[in-house]
């Protein structure tokens, strides 16, 4: 993860993580759907960037995002989404760390998340990171239909 830094979501980031959400998900969030998220207390969302110049002159670049919501002592993931020539290199892990470490922080004591069924790579990555299947949610996904397993990770 060369030269990849994992720091909040800002308000100007959210037209490129709406872009990389319009590549990855079948029914993306739009751009003011992130921002009320962002605009909640007890939400914290993440990004990858990359290509970091100097402060006067940064060129990031968002290659990925995380996103958690939480309530009492329970967190939600979201959605989460790196860019295709970015998977596989730890990208997606350290996303994940970044919201657990926030969760932690915050007294949350487990962390759902919903994935496909047939999405078998971000279901290795979430129990890389601690979680286990906990549940089904029968025909959760619409484009295409489609299960999701439900999954937890305690913190």
Not at 23 to 44: I, K, R, T, V, Y
Request: charged share 25%; hydrophobic share 45%.
């Amino acid at each position: 993860m060369q030269n990849i830094q994992i720091r909040t979501m800002r308000i100007e980031d959210i037209p490129s993580v709406a872009a990389l959400e319009q590549e990855a998900f079948s029914e993306p969030w739009a751009e003011d759907g992130f921002a009320a998220a962002l605009a909640q207390e007890g939400n914290c969302f993440v990004v990858a960037v990359t290509g970091i110049a100097p402060a006067e002159c940064s060129h990031e670049k968002v290659i990925g995002y995380c996103g958690l919501y939480t309530a009492a002592d329970e967190g939600e993931i979201t959605n989460i989404a790196v860019a295709e020539a970015y998977r596989c290199g730890g990208v997606g892990s350290a996303l994940v760390g970044a919201v657990k470490k926030k969760a932690q922080q915050w007294e949350v004591c487990r962390i759902f998340l919903e994935v496909r069924a047939s999405n078998m790579a971000a279901q290795s990555l979430y129990e890389k990171e601690g979680f286990k299947t906990v549940g089904l949610r029968k025909g959760f996904y619409r484009k295409p239909a489609e299960d999701a397993l439900v999954m937890c990770c305690d913190l």
